[in-house]
C-alpha cells in the first residue's frame, strides 16, 4: 500500500495519500488526491510569490522526484543529461531540498514498523486509517519533541528494496517556464 506525502523541513507531514496500491503509479495517486484538485483551483499554495531575477513571479511550490508530472506549483528536477550551470544548480539545490521527504519517511517507518507487516497484517480495509493516525502521531511526536535532537540524515539508499524509481514525462507548460525561471534565479541572471 502506497503513503504518498508532502512534508514539511520539521519532517511533518502535512498531506498525505493512502490506501493505494503499491502497483499505482506515484502520478495518477496524485491526480486523484484532494491536494492535486485544491492545488489546481489555486486554493492551495496561494501565498506570497517570489520575484525573479527577469522581473517575473513564482507562486509557492511543491518539489517531487521525475515520478511526478512538472507543474506550476509542482517542480520536479530535469531529467536532460546535459544541463546547462542554471538546471544543474536547480537540481543540485532540488536534490538537497528533496532530502526531506525520504528523512521523514525513514523515521516514520522506524517508528511505526508493524505497518510494515513485521507484527501483523491488519486488513487492507482498514490499514489507511490506520496509516493516517499513525501520521497524525508522528506529527504530534514532533511537536512534542521539538528541538530536543538532531536526526540522522536519510539518504537514497533508504528506499524500500523493492522501491523503483517512475519517471513521467507529463511537463505543463506553465510548470516548464516557472522551473526555468527558478533555474536562471538561482544563478543569478
Given amino acids: 500500500m502506497v503513503l504518498q506525502a508532502v512534508t514539511d523541513v520539521d519532517t511533518r507531514f502535512t498531506d498525505i495519500v493512502t490506501g493505494w496500491p503499491g ?3 506515484e502520478s495518477s495517486i496524485l491526480h486523484s488526491s484532494g491536494l492535486f484538485k485544491l492545488c489546481e483551483k489555486g486554493e492551495r499554495l496561494n501565498g ?9 513571479e513564482i507562486g509557492e511550490y511543491l518539489i517531487g522526484d521525475a515520478g511526478y508530472p512538472l507543474l506550476p506549483w509542482l517542480l520536479t ?31 516514520f517507518k522506524d517508528t511505526w514498523k508493524f505497518l510494515q507487516g513485521e507484527m501483523w497484517r491488519p486488513d487492507k480495509h482498514k490499514l489507511p486509517r490506520i496509516i493516517h493516525v499513525c501520521c497524525l502521531l508522528h506529527n504530534i511526536t514532533i511537536d512534542l ?10 539518504s537514497s539508499s533508504d528506499h524500500d528494496a523493492n522501491y523503483r524509481q517512475q519517471v513521467c514525462q507529463l ?13 536562471e534565479h538561482l544563478i543569478g541572471r
Fill in 23 to 25: 502497483s499505482m503509479k
Fill in 171 to 183: 511537463a505543463d507548460e506553465n510548470g516548464v517556464r516557472a522551473r526555468d525561471k527558478l533555474s
Fill in 48 to 56: 506570497s510569490k517570489l520575484k525573479v531575477s527577469d522581473g517575473s
Fill in 145 to 154: 519533541q521539538e528541538g530536543t535532537v538532531d536526526e540522522p540524515r536519510a
Fill in 77 to 107: 528536477p530535469y531529467e536532460e543529461k546535459d544541463l546547462t550551470e542554471s538546471n544543474a544548480e536547480f537540481n543540485r539545490r532540488h536534490f538537497a531540498a528533496r532530502t526531506v521527504a525520504p528523512r521523514t519517511l525513514k523515521k
